[in-house]
Nanobody, 123 residues
Framework: QVQLVESGGGLVQAGGSLRLSCAFS????????MGWFRQAPGVEREFVAT????????YYADSVKGRFTISRDNAKNTVYLQMNSLKPEDTAVYYC????????????????WGQGTQVTVSS
């Protein structure tokens, strides 16, 4: 069974940076496309970024393009989300997720989810 554990969330001022990590275990990490999603209170969980099995393809939501970078280290079974130029509207619980689909921004395609890590951006 796949397990995902996020870390790296916290409180940061607008304009600051955070780096989220997600540790994967239980299966062969390099077989999975990985994604980051976020959910603010009262809002549906939304797609943030995804990366294919070898890191060769990435895709971002328009709201984070140019500010966030997704990456992975298959030797460490870890996916990262580097978040720069943070804005108050980036405040949410951030979740990593895994899927065997080749590449997807649809949360319905993801089978495994972490417990989430809170990111709060103050103005």
């Amino acid at each position: 069974q796949v397990q995902l554990v996020e870390s790296g969330g916290g409180l940061v001022q607008a304009g600051g940076s955070l780096r989220l990590s997600c540790a994967f275990s239980g299966r062969t990490f390099s077989s999975y496309t990985m994604g980051w999603f976020r959910q603010a209170p009262g809002v549906e969980r939304e797609f943030v970024a995804t990366i294919n099995w070898n890191g060769g393809r990435t895709y971002y939501a328009d709201s984070v393009k140019g500010r966030f970078t997704i990456s992975r280290d298959n030797a460490k079974n870890t996916v990262y989300l580097q978040m720069n130029s943070l804005k108050p509207e980036d405040t949410a619980v951030y979740y990593c997720a895994a899927t065997l689909f080749s590449y997807s921004s649809s949360r319905e395609k993801y089978d495994y989810w972490g417990q989430g890590t809170q990111v709060t951006v103050s103005s």
